[in-house]
């Protein structure tokens, strides 16, 4: 099975702007989940979707959305960016059973 | 509420030598305990997990973890270490099949020295 996969790589994008990264899970799982990742904060849950709908929701402003296709596929949008967005951002898929398997994760520098 | 603590930012063993590192978890109910390992710019690669059953869990690479409910704790162990082995180490905890939510610590560095 191929394994989750986040696109793009790497972005870098100007204070002000909005950004859309996209995740397709592995074959099979339902529930895909996106973490922000900072040398500051660590690894912090952003939110899950789980068939279609947002299942869990972390602190993040409202800047922070998500959403989730009907084939399973995510795409998480942040307006508005600011310095601070600047992070490693995660997506990971799961079959719904606790174990969560990652991508290799979307680099996004804002300037 | 739900909290992992590392109480290691870093780490720095010998090759050979043996590993231990510490995570201690509060969660309300039984919780589902992960570590994963990341080296760097990459994402993160799940080394071993507790559900339910045998409280010694063995993973991948040689690691085992043994959850201890009386101390709220799920260390960390390999008995001896590879230079392949450095990365950074994250213990994690979730609800399970309730949801898929996981809360990570901030991570333990791990340097070997030669």
């Known amino acids: 099975k191929a394994g989750v996969t986040q696109t793009p790589r790497y972005l870098i994008k100007t204070r002000g702007q909005q950004v859309t990264l996209s995740c397709s899970p592995i074959s099979g799982h339902r529930s895909v989940s996106w973490y922000q990742q900072t040398p500051g904060q660590g690894l912090q849950f952003l939110f899950e979707y789980f068939s279609e709908t947002q299942r869990n929701k972390g602190n993040f402003p409202g800047r922070f959305s998500g959403r989730q296709f009907s084939n399973s596929r995510s795409e998480m949008n942040v307006s508005t960016l600011e310095l601070g967005d600047s992070a490693l951002y995660l997506c990971?898929?799961?079959?719904?059973?606790?174990?969560?398997?990652f991508g290799q994760g979307t680099r996004l520098t804002v300037v | 509420a739900q909290s992992v603590t590392q109480p290691d930012i870093h780490i720095t063993v010998s090759e050979g030598a043996s590993l231990e590192l510490r995570c201690n978890y509060s969660?309300?109910?039984?919780?589902?305990l992960f570590w994963y390992v990341q080296s760097p710019g990459q994402g993160l690669q799940l080394l071993l997990k507790y559900f339910s059953g045998d409280t010694l869990v063995q993973g991948i690479k040689g690691f085992e973890a043994e959850f201890k409910r009386s101390q709220s704790s799920f260390n960390l162990r390999k008995p001896s270490v590879h230079w392949s082995d450095a990365a950074e180490y994250f213990c994690?905890?979730?609800?399970?099949?309730?949801?898929?939510?996981?809360?990570f610590g901030k991570g333990t560095r791990l340097h070997i020295l030669p």
């Open positions: 994690a905890v979730g609800a399970g099949n309730r949801d898929d939510k996981i809360i």
């Open positions: 990971a898929s799961s079959q719904g059973q606790g174990q969560a398997f």
């Open positions: 969660y309300g109910a039984t919780p589902y």
